[in-house]
């Protein structure tokens, strides 16, 4: 009987090296693992995996690339939508697992997988996102999650890769990061509990910059394309230049609090300079490029997609009737925002843009108006309040 062809989402860590083993030495599959570069790794790491890979003795491994994919197909949409999940956090595994999932999901379809394999424990939000998009794009690979069905412990798993002739570290890292081009989560002790912040030694890039530092950010049409005047041919490059500049003070670091989609709470660190930066500059220009009403529902749909999205929910059509709306909106969201960077946070000093509705031409707040008269105004707020005193008059309601 010939064996049955898996495709394993593979990361190099202990989790999917030891899945990689315990498929093909216990099981007896014919395993295939596929690394899904989202811009978090460097040339360097993503060798050492493949070698890792490799020396495991699977029948074969692959790494895919969609950085650019994954930029034009959500990040933009991240941007667009101003999205920080619960006001603070933005999404930065959740967004990269469901784009990940996508990529194995297609790249086992291709291979005529019977099954496919990933190796998320029972207790948080990756398993669901697996799971829903391998269901969804290949619906006829059974899905096989080895931690989760056996409830396997860390210390088994480093037994049983060491009895294969795997020397894992046994001793536990203290933080456990998540690196990716959309930023880095963070956990350790201090996230396992509702109270405590995370050292300074936890967070990858450290906080070496002491001086204040003036930023130029230029946006077109919702998108970053200047950092201090410099042009980048894509995004994505703009994005790793800025990270480089703004890690080292410290900046986009929190602990965010979220409710997981299995139901329980939970809290992760993370440092994200680049998509704090951009997501905060590129809000204050739409606040001088678009009417409070298509601010008013971007701020509506953008918490449903960012919800939808961190749910693993990407492939409802709802996602992309709302990105339409997003695209649509940043027809005038062009300019300059102008930061001025500090250790540990930032000041958003202003912006420049021939779209600012911000205009002297129509008056100016508080101090002069030019294109309505003192009788205007009357009419303006008598009408406005008509509601209020029919309500007040015929309901003998008093304030």
Request: glycine content about 8%; charged content about 20%; aromatic content about 10%.
């Given at each position: 009987m010939s064996k049955e062809k898996v495709v394993l989402a593979y990361s190099g860590g202990l989790d999917t090296t030891f899945c990689a083993l315990f498929l093909s030495k216990e099981l007896g599959h014919e395993v295939h693992a596929v690394m899904v570069d989202t811009g978090g790794y460097t040339a360097e790491e993503l060798e050492a995996i493949k070698n890792k890979a490799l020396s495991l003795g699977i029948a074969s491994y692959k790494c895919i690339h969609i950085t650019d994919e994954f930029y034009d197909k959500c990040i933009k949409y991240l941007i667009m939508g101003n999205v920080l999940k619960n006001n603070t956090y933005p999404l930065s595994v959740s967004a990269e697992r469901v784009f990940q999932a996508i990529a194995i999901?297609?790249?086992?379809?291709?291979?005529?997988?019977?099954?496919?394999?990933?190796?998320?424990?029972?207790?948080?939000?990756?398993?669901?996102?697996?799971?829903l998009v391998f269901n969804t794009i290949a619906p006829n690979a059974r899905i096989i999650t080895p931690i989760r069905d056996f409830k396997f412990a860390r210390e088994y798993e480093i037994d049983f890769l060491k009895k294969h002739g795997v020397d894992f570290e046994a001793k536990k890292v203290t933080y456990s990061l998540n690196v990716g081009i959309w930023g880095t989560s963070v956990g350790g002790k201090e996230t396992l509990s509702s109270h405590g912040q995370l050292p300074e030694e936890a967070y990858p890039t450290p906080c070496t910059a002491t001086q204040p530092l003036d930023v130029e950010l230029t946006f077109e049409k919702g998108e970053l394309k200047a950092i201090d005047g410099k042009a980048y041919a894509n995004p994505v490059e703009a994005i790793h230049?800025?990270?480089?500049?703004?890690?080292?003070?410290?900046?986009?670091?929190?602990?965010?609090?979220?409710?997981?989609?299995?139901?329980?709470?939970?809290?992760?660190?993370?440092?994200?300079?680049?998509?704090?930066?951009?997501?905060?500059?590129?809000?204050?220009?739409?606040?001088?490029?678009?009417?409070?009403?298509?601010?008013?529902?971007?701020?509506?749909?953008?918490?449903?997609?960012?919800?939808?999205?961190?749910?693993?929910?990407?492939?409802?059509?709802?996602?992309?009737?709302?990105?339409?709306?997003?695209?649509?909106?940043?027809?005038?969201?062009?300019?300059?925002?102008?930061?001025?960077?500090?250790?540990?946070?930032?000041?958003?000093?202003?912006?420049?843009?021939?779209?600012?509705?911000?205009?002297?031409?129509?008056?100016?707040?508080?101090?002069?108006?030019?294109?309505?008269?003192?009788?205007?105004?009357?009419?303006?707020?008598?009408?406005?309040?008509?509601?209020?005193?029919?309500?007040?008059?015929?309901?003998?309601?008093?304030?």
């Amino acid at each position: 009987m010939s064996k049955e062809k898996v495709v394993l989402a593979y990361s190099g860590g202990l989790d999917t090296t030891f899945c990689a083993l315990f498929l093909s030495k216990e099981l007896g599959h014919e395993v295939h693992a596929v690394m899904v570069d989202t811009g978090g790794y460097t040339a360097e790491e993503l060798e050492a995996i493949k070698n890792k890979a490799l020396s495991l003795g699977i029948a074969s491994y692959k790494c895919i690339h969609i950085t650019d994919e994954f930029y034009d197909k959500c990040i933009k949409y991240l941007i667009m939508g101003n999205v920080l999940k619960n006001n603070t956090y933005p999404l930065s595994v959740s967004a990269e697992r469901v784009f990940q999932a996508i990529a194995i999901a297609q790249y086992a379809k291709e291979m005529q997988a019977d099954a496919i394999a990933h190796g998320s424990t029972g207790a948080g939000n990756d398993q669901v996102r697996f799971d829903l998009v391998f269901n969804t794009i290949a619906p006829n690979a059974r899905i096989i999650t080895p931690i989760r069905d056996f409830k396997f412990a860390r210390e088994y798993e480093i037994d049983f890769l060491k009895k294969h002739g795997v020397d894992f570290e046994a001793k536990k890292v203290t933080y456990s990061l998540n690196v990716g081009i959309w930023g880095t989560s963070v956990g350790g002790k201090e996230t396992l509990s509702s109270h405590g912040q995370l050292p300074e030694e936890a967070y990858p890039t450290p906080c070496t910059a002491t001086q204040p530092l003036d930023v130029e950010l230029t946006f077109e049409k919702g998108e970053l394309k200047a950092i201090d005047g410099k042009a980048y041919a894509n995004p994505v490059e703009a994005i790793h230049a800025l990270n480089a500049i703004a890690g080292p003070y410290g900046i986009g670091r929190d602990i965010h609090v979220g409710d997981t989609i299995i139901g329980i709470k939970g809290r992760v660190g993370f440092e994200a300079a680049a998509p704090y930066l951009i997501i905060k500059a590129h809000h204050l220009l739409e606040k001088h490029t678009l009417t409070k009403w298509q601010q008013f529902i971007k701020t509506q749909l953008a918490d449903w997609y960012g919800t939808l999205l961190h749910e693993g929910q990407y492939l409802d059509p709802t996602l992309r009737n709302i990105e339409a709306f997003f695209e649509s909106s940043q027809k005038y969201v062009s300019g300059k925002v102008f930061i001025t960077l500090h250790p540990h946070y930032f000041q958003l000093n202003g912006i420049e843009s021939e779209h600012d509705l911000m205009s002297s031409k129509f008056g100016a707040y508080g101090e002069e108006n030019k294109s309505w008269s003192g009788d205007d105004v009357r009419g303006f707020a008598k009408i406005l309040g008509n509601q209020l005193s029919i309500f007040q008059k015929v309901n003998g309601v008093e304030f």
